[in-house]
């Protein structure tokens, strides 16, 4: 196995590593959301958004491994991810394989400039990250689909344009079966979107209610009863990838310094965590090398995709809570101004609770594992 990197990307690298260096915006809290659609425009201008897509539906024409670089570097500069990065991510890919053309002249080049944002609608209160469960229903109507229900956990839905969602068009045979992937506008009639407060004060999470909502049938992304393929294929994009790694390098960084500055390099058990979280950060680097190399190869792995999401977000939340941990009494503190390190700690603690919800919970993707991996029978 040869991990090295070809010259043509190592100067691939560099390029991306100095645009970033002077192109990526200074930190700023409040950031607003023109000023997010404006920072994606310029990494679309700069070449450096879809960067893996084709020329045709706007992107940069570069190969996967050069796509993989530049998360990596993105990483490494702390840039503001794109703000549509779900549409960019899920909507566009699925797209690309799904839809006609028609829907591809529509939909794919207001993507990477910034148009339409698009949210993504998965979970829902009876069933959670169990998609297969979905009850939410679209019932045909002529050429139309009439949408009830209710989706929840929608990241940015409250900013979105259009929505990627999940519906139930049957009921016959095996709940996956039944399954078909909409495209709706979010300002459809009998839409209602209502943020939901999170504990770290933020809001980026919504309940979407959706009453007699009529979709028109030319919306409809793939066959009736495609949903679950075209969903799972779109959830690989979002947990695969090396560029996890980096941020556990970061995060590895923080709890050195963090630990320096709390007199605590010397506390063996401290020592001992700290070896323990630079050994699970490894591991999910070979797990992204994997992965890549699945990706580059062609194979889709939805399996290996499941077990590098479970560690990774459980990796994060460890990574906080050993910070909060380290700062003893201080780390409560977030919006004070003797909290150590701004309250970053025990801001990105609280935030970090969501990410064995986000994306599928922990539980379904243990079970993922479980049977997919281990071969482990159902009970």
Same mark, same amino acid.
């Given at each position: 196995?040869?991990?090295?990197?070809?010259?043509?990307?190592?100067?691939?690298?560099? =390029?991306?590593?100095?645009?970033?260096?002077?192109?990526?915006?200074?930190?700023?809290?409040?950031?607003?959301?023109?000023?997010?659609?404006?920072?994606?425009?310029?990494?679309?201008?700069?070449?450096?958004?879809?960067?893996?897509?084709? =020329?045709?539906?706007?992107?940069?024409?570069?190969?996967?491994?050069?796509?993989?670089?530049?998360?990596?570097?993105?990483?490494?500069?702390?840039?503001?991810? +794109?703000?549509?990065?779900?549409?960019?991510?899920?909507?566009?890919?699925?797209?690309?394989?799904?839809?006609?053309?028609?829907?591809?002249?529509?939909?794919?080049?207001?993507?990477?400039? #910034?148009?339409?944002?698009?949210?993504?609608?998965?979970?829902?209160?009876?069933?959670?990250?169990?998609?297969?469960?979905?009850?939410?229903?679209?019932?045909?109507?002529?050429?139309?689909?009439?949408?009830?229900?209710?989706?929840?956990?929608?990241?940015?839905?409250?900013?979105?344009?259009?929505?990627?969602?999940?519906?139930?068009?049957?009921?016959?045979?095996?709940?996956?079966?039944?399954?078909?992937?909409?495209?709706?506008?979010? =300002?459809?009639?009998?839409?209602?979107? =209502?943020?939901?407060?999170?504990?770290?004060?933020? @809001?980026?999470?919504?309940?979407?209610?959706?009453?007699?909502?009529?979709?028109?049938?030319?919306?409809?992304?793939?066959?009736?009863?495609?949903?679950?393929?075209?969903?799972?294929?779109?959830?690989?994009?979002?947990?695969?990838?090396?560029?996890?790694?980096?941020?556990?390098?970061? !995060?590895?960084?923080?709890?050195?310094?963090?630990?320096?500055?709390?007199?605590?390099? /010397?506390?063996?058990?401290? /020592?001992?965590?700290?070896?323990?979280?630079?050994?699970?950060? @490894?591991?999910?680097? #070979?797990?992204?090398?994997?992965?890549?190399?699945?990706?580059?190869?062609?194979?889709?792995? +939805?399996?290996?995709?499941?077990?590098?999401?479970?560690?990774?977000?459980?990796?994060?939340?460890?990574? !906080?809570?050993?910070?909060?941990?380290?700062?003893?009494?201080?780390? #409560?503190?977030?919006?004070?101004?003797?909290?150590?390190?701004?309250?970053?700690?025990?801001?990105?603690?609280?935030?970090?609770?969501?990410?064995?919800?986000?994306?599928?919970? !922990?539980?379904?993707?243990?079970?993922?594992?479980?049977?997919?991996?281990?071969?482990?029978?159902?009970?």
């Amino acid at each position: 196995m040869d991990l090295s990197y070809t010259p043509e990307e190592e100067a691939f690298r560099a =390029k991306v590593r100095k645009w970033l260096q002077d192109n990526v915006p200074a930190h700023d809290q409040n950031r607003t959301l023109e000023s997010a659609r404006a920072w994606q425009r310029k990494l679309h201008e700069g070449g450096f958004l879809g960067a893996a897509w084709p =020329k045709e539906y706007g992107g940069a024409g570069l190969s996967e491994m050069e796509q993989a670089i530049l998360n990596e570097e993105m990483v490494r500069a702390r840039a503001p991810q +794109p703000i549509n990065q779900m549409a960019i991510w899920w909507v566009g890919p699925a797209l690309m394989k799904h839809g006609t053309e028609e829907q591809k002249k529509r939909f794919i080049p207001r993507i990477l400039t #910034c148009e339409e944002i698009w949210a993504t609608g998965y979970s829902e209160p009876s069933s959670g990250s169990d998609m297969a469960a979905a009850r939410t229903s679209a019932v045909r109507d002529g050429d139309f689909y009439v949408v009830n229900g209710q989706k929840i956990w929608t990241t940015l839905a409250h900013i979105s344009d259009w929505y990627f969602i999940l519906v139930r068009t049957s009921t016959e045979g095996p709940k996956w079966a039944g399954l078909t992937m909409l495209l709706m506008d979010l =300002k459809s009639p009998g839409v209602s979107i =209502k943020p939901i407060k999170q504990i770290d004060g933020g @809001s980026e999470f919504n309940e979407v209610f959706m009453t007699d909502v009529r979709v028109p049938v030319a919306n409809r992304l793939g066959d009736e009863g495609q949903g679950w393929e075209v969903v799972s294929s779109a959830l690989v994009n979002e947990r695969s990838g090396i560029a996890g790694s980096i941020r556990a390098d970061q !995060s590895l960084e923080w709890i050195v310094t963090t630990a320096r500055q709390q007199g605590k390099t /010397r506390d063996p058990n401290v /020592r001992q965590k700290i070896a323990d979280l630079a050994i699970k950060g @490894s591991i999910m680097r #070979c797990a992204g090398l994997r992965s890549m190399t699945d990706s580059l190869n062609q194979r889709l792995n +939805p399996h290996l995709s499941a077990a590098m999401k479970l560690m990774g977000t459980l990796l994060v939340q460890e990574f !906080s809570e050993t910070g909060v941990e380290l700062l003893g009494p201080y780390g #409560c503190l977030m919006n004070d101004s003797r909290a150590p390190f701004e309250g970053k700690w025990s801001k990105q603690y609280l935030g970090d609770r969501s990410m064995t919800i986000a994306g599928g919970t !922990s539980e379904v993707q243990r079970n993922i594992v479980a049977q997919r991996v281990l071969g482990l029978p159902r009970r």
